[in-house]
T-cell receptor, first 115, second 115 residues
Framework: DTGVSQDPRHKITKRGQNVTFRCDPISEHNRLYWYRQTLGQGPEFLTYFQNEAQLEKSRLLSDRFSAERPKGSFSTLEIQRTEQGDSAMYLC?????????????FGPGTRLTVT | GENVEQHPSTLSVQEGDSAVIKCTYSDSASNYFPWYKQELGKGPQLIIDIRSNVGEKKDQRIAVTLNKTAKHFSLHITETQPEDSAVYFCAASKGQPGGNYQLIWGAGTKLIIKP
């Protein structure tokens, strides 16, 4: 399977703990996006990378959130001092932003539950 | 900023009938409009997309139409089958090559195919 993968698929944590999620994009894709989706809603943009550079962050991404893509391949999203409001599905998408190509392909997501 | 509204929130159709889901967007600079299908516990799957220089696009039983003047676009599914049951999301994006292609999403339509 050469699609986008995310790990873990589910994470239950206690309030105040730190969590880290990983995303492996489609291998030749230069762009990687993180979105957050709460129940019954569409995804909301958090941040994106072009290769290893983080080019834009949403105001939804508080100081407790940090994302990296150190070698322009996989990416990690860390949430420090988790709060119950962080409970959501965290989705990663990759894209080949070259020429007219703009399609974003999503992974299965990581569902975070903060108790 | 961009806002995407989607209707209806739930749509129930008889197997074999057609289903139509409608979206409106607010930012006239938006130029890319994908549709995603999301099944329970999975990430969104791109099913069809359309760009602002095209009025209609078809792929087998699925078609999308775009009316730039009215700023709305629609998804049409013909000859519906039980496996079409899922939540469908529309999205809009703007940006020039090299820019942020973040997607702004509708709230989703739960499509139920009745046998």
């Amino acid at each position: 399977d050469t699609g986008v993968s995310q790990d873990p698929r589910h994470k239950i944590t206690k309030r105040g703990q730190n969590v880290t999620f990983r995303c492996d994009p489609i291998s030749e894709h230069n762009r990687l996006y993180w979105y957050r989706q709460t129940l019954g809603q569409g995804p909301e943009f958090l941040t994106y990378f072009q290769n290893e550079a983080q080019l834009e962050k949403s105001r939804l991404l508080s100081d407790r959130f940090s994302a990296e893509r150190p070698k322009g391949s996989f990416s990690t999203l860390e949430i420090q001092r988790t709060e119950q409001g962080d409970s959501a599905m965290y989705l990663c998408a990759s894209s080949l932003a070259r020429g007219p190509a703009r399609e974003q392909y999503f992974g299965p997501g990581t569902r975070l539950t903060v108790t | 900023g961009e806002n995407v509204e989607q209707h209806p929130s739930t749509l129930s159709v008889q197997e074999g009938d057609s289903a139509v889901i409608k979206c409106t967007y607010s930012d006239s600079a938006s130029n890319y409009f994908p549709w995603y299908k999301q099944e329970l516990g999975k990430g969104p799957q791109l099913i069809i997309d359309i760009r602002s220089n095209v009025g209609e696009k078809k792929d087998q039983r699925i078609a999308v139409t775009l009316n730039k003047t009215a700023k709305h676009f629609s998804l049409h599914i013909t000859e519906t089958q039980p496996e079409d049951s899922a939540v469908y999301f529309c999205a809009a994006s703007k940006g020039q090559p090299g820019g942020n292609y973040q997607l702004i999403w509708g709230a989703g339509t739960k499509l139920i195919i009745k046998p």
